[in-house]
């Protein structure tokens, strides 16, 4: 027997962008995409300095969004990122 939550019972993304503050990580997402160019996650992922996982970038790109300092255009792989003016 399957229980379904009428909600997710984890913590959404958009609910950590409800701080300020930013991470290093997001700071350095920041600082690739700082050049004015559109990437794709797989792109600035191979521009960081220290290597993380596309899931984790995707998931600090959402956090940037939310708090409208990046936005994007397109959808899954093929979505590209950049800064928001």
Do not use: C
Not at 10 to 21: F, G, I, L, N, R
Not at 62 to 71: D, E, G, R, S
């Amino acid at each position: 027997m399957i229980f379904r939550f009428p909600h997710s019972i984890k913590p959404t993304v958009y609910e950590q962008a409800s701080a300020t503050k930013i991470n290093d990580r997001q700071q350095q997402i920041l600082e690739v995409l700082a050049s004015g160019v559109q990437l794709r996650v797989k792109e600035i992922q191979d521009k960081m300095e220290k290597k993380f996982s596309e899931r984790t970038l995707h998931r600090d790109l959402l956090v940037l969004k939310k708090m409208k300092l990046v936005n994007t255009i397109g959808h899954t792989h093929k979505a590209v990122w950049f800064i928001e003016k």
